[in-house]
C-alpha cells in the first residue's frame, strides 16, 4: 500500500530533474550530537547538492532559551527563510547527511509556520552520493524574498501541555529516543539529565521507520506493522518526543505519511523534561 500523504517525500529521481525550477529550493538541514565530533556546517561547505542552501537547525531557534534549539518566533523565521532566498510560494526539500534522521525538524518547522510545501529527500545526500549525483562545494548568495510565517499551535506541545496530559491522557506519548535511554540504562548525551521516561509514554525508536541499507522510509504497510505491534492506532492522537526534538520529528513525519497529518512534537522534549524536578519520571 502507499503513502496516504506522499507528498511529504520527494524522491532524488524527481529532484534530479527539477533541480533548475524556480520554485523548487533545496536546503541541508544536517545535525549532529554534541560529543560527535562533527560540524554540520563544515561539512556543508565541502560537500553538498548543487544549488543547495544551509538550514542550520542551532541558528534556526530561539537562542534566548538555554533549551536546545527550540523553535524561533514566527517573525525570526520569516527573516531566516527570506535570507535564505524562500518564498511562500516555493517547494522546498530538505535533506540531511544521514540518510533521515535530522531533516524532519526542518520539516517540521515549515509546517509549523504555516509552509505545507515542503518536503523530505528519501534517503537523503547518502542516497543521493550512490546515484553517482552532482555535489558541489561552491555556495550561492540567493536573492533575498519576503517569508511570510504563521504559527500553527496545532503542531507543538509545551512543558505545561504536557504536565497536564500526564493527568489527562488525552494524547499517546511516543518517546523516539534509543530504547536503552528510554528504560534507563543508558546515559543521556546531554548532562545533569534524569535517565528514564514519561509515565505512560511509549518507545518507538526512529530506526524503525528506516530502512538501514537504503536510509529511505519503510513501506507504509511496514510504518503500519510496526505502529501495530506497539498497539498504536496512528489516528488516535498522539504526541511525539526525544532528547531535544529532532528525532521525534521523524517519527511524526512516519504519522504524516500514513494519515495522521497533525501529530504536534513536545519542543522541549528530553532536554526539558529530564531536566525539572517537576516531572515524573519511570524507568
Not at 507504509?220 to 488516535?236: E, M, T, Y
Request: with cysteine; aromatic share 8%; proline share 6%.
Amino acid at each position: 500500500m502507499t503513502y496516504v500523504n506522499a507528498d511529504a517525500l520527494i524522491e532524488t529521481e524527481w529532484l534530479a530533474e527539477h533541480m533548475g525550477s524556480t520554485n523548487v529550493k533545496v536546503l541541508d538541514a544536517s545535525y549532529h550530537l554534541p560529543g560527535t565530533g562533527r560540524d554540520a556546517e563544515t561539512e556543508f561547505s565541502q560537500r553538498h547538492i548543487p544549488g543547495a542552501m544551509l538550514f542550520d537547525i542551532e541558528d534556526v531557534s530561539d537562542r534566548n532559551i538555554s533549551l536546545p534549539h527550540m523553535l524561533p518566533t514566527a517573525e525570526q523565521f520569516g527573516a531566516q527563510m527570506s535570507t535564505l532566498g524562500i518564498s511562500n510560494e516555493d517547494l522546498v526539500v530538505i535533506y540531511d547527511v544521514h540518510g533521515i534522521r535530522t531533516s524532519p525538524r526542518a520539516w517540521w518547522t515549515f509546517r509549523v509556520f504555516g509552509h505545507e510545501k515542503v518536503a523530505v529527500l528519501n534517503g537523503g545526500l547518502p542516497k543521493w552520493l550512490s546515484e553517482h549525483r552532482a555535489v558541489s562545494d561552491e555556495i550561492d548568495d540567493p536573492q533575498r524574498t519576503d517569508f511570510r510565517a504563521t504559527v500553527n499551535n496545532r503542531l507543538i506541545r509545551d512543558i505545561d501541555q504536557m504536565l497536564k496530559n500526564q493527568d489527562a491522557r488525552q494524547e499517546l506519548v511516543i518517546d523516539a529516543r534509543p530504547a536503552g535511554r528510554f528504560v534507563g540504562v543508558d546515559a543521556e548525551p546531554r548532562p545533569g539529565l534524569r535517565s528514564g521516561h514519561m509515565p505512560g509514554s511509549v518507545s518507538l525508536p526512529v530506526e524503525n521507520f528506516i530502512n538501514p541499507e537504503t536510509k529511505t522510509f519503510v513501506s507504509a504497510d511496514d510504518i503500519r506493522n510496526v505502529l501495530s505491534n506497539q498497539r498504536i492506532d496512528h489516528q488516535q492522537p498522539i504526541v511525539t518526543s526525544c532528547g531535544s526534538g529532532v528525532a521525534a520529528c521523524l517519527i511524526s513525519l512516519g504519522l504524516y505519511l500514513v494519515g495522521n497529518k497533525d501529530v504536534p512534537v513536545y519542543d522541549g522534549s528530553w532536554s526539558e523534561w529530564g531536566a525539572r524536578e517537576d516531572t515524573p519520571v519511570q524507568k
